[in-house]
């Protein structure tokens, strides 16, 4: 674009042809905001698909990662390149909306105190159902589950305009994450230690951390594909998955709450990894056991990041919980039968 950017829109791309039409669509949709593209090239090989698309897009800023690096490490660099007021962290999987990027910015622009903001990211595949990633809003439980405003566990619903108020949330979804660049300055950039997954979650308990609120915009929406990287069902997805979370409990719980709540998760996991191999499923008990592992094993690491996480913070972890789900969703879930957020939101008074 020719003028100054608002928004810097920021592609981590890995491998496909995704990503051209994903680019025709932020072209063909962003109304009368003035934006840049920045792709962050994470391939570990080049398979033609990022040329095809500056081919067609000739605008397109692209910046190197190293190839294999990971959704943090995309975002990171594309954000270090970034000349907007805003960012938008966007995967290459996704279609955007018309008029997309008004209701994110409008958010944003209201309240200064609002780090970050979220769309309603619905189903690529089933554009009545949420998606399985962000769906209307990230949330978390005391003892560090995520769900979403549309999801918890493996129960996804369907989008009958019940998450159509914009509402605080614990965090945004990496693949369509809006944030303020002030912010980011001041709270630095994603921990590209997890790899994948939880990085963007642990990204925003840092900026609330640091005294800042994260908001649903359920009234921009995007469509994610969805498992493009790893199959839903893979046991690397869920190592990871069960290892980071436990990981952003260390870095970003006071040692005074961490002295009840990672014990607390610990009993939580063994308990899940008797109950799922008693069900014959071995996948996520061995997923869960070397996440525990590999936190046992490298208490170091952990400590350092703790450092970063810990010299955001202004406010106590008291302003924090309360924007947590007060119980556990594996009780909810598993032995109340509950299969939707909105009951959950009730219970919390909200």
Known sequence: MKEDPIVSVIIPHYLGDVLSECLKFIYKRTIGIPFEVIVADDQPYDDGSLGRATAAYSSVRVVKTGGGKG?????????????????????????????????????????????????????????????????????????????????????????????DESREIFWAIGGALFVRMDCVHEVGLMDEAFQMHMEE????????????????????????????????????????????QMVMILKNLSVERLFWTFPARVCVEIG????????????????????????????????????????????????????MYRGSIAFQYFLKGVRAATELLLQNGR
Not at 291 to 316: D, E, M, Y
């Open 71 to 163: 959704m943090g490490a995309g975002c990171n660099r594309g954000l270090e390149a970034a000349r907007g007021r805003y960012a938008m962290l966007l995967n290459n999987d996704v279609e955007v909306s018309e008029d997309w990027l008004r209701p994110l910015v409008e958010t944003l622009e209201r309240d200064e105190r609002v780090a970050a903001c979220q769309p309603k990211v619905l189903s690529m595949q089933d554009r009545s159902q949420f998606d399985y990633g962000g769906a209307a809003g990230g949330m978390m439980d005391y003892l560090g589950y995520t769900f979403c405003l549309g999801r918890i566990l493996e129960t996804v619903e369907a989008d009958f305009g019940q998450y």
């Open 201 to 244: 979650i642990d990204w925003c308990w840092r900026l609330q951390l640091a005294g800042y609120r994260i908001v649903s915009t359920p009234a921009a929406i995007v469509y994610h594909y969805g498992g493009w990287t790893l199959e839903a069902d893979s046991w690397k997805k869920a190592y990871y998955n069960h290892r980071n």
């Open 272 to 323: 899940g990894m008797v109950v799922t191999a008693l069900r014959g499923d071995w996948k996520h008990p061995l997923a869960s056991l070397g996440g525990l592992f590999w936190i046992v094993t490298h208490p170091f690491n952990i400590l350092t990041r703790r450092k970063v996480s810990q010299a955001a913070r202004t406010v106590t972890d008291t302003v924090v919980a309360r924007r």
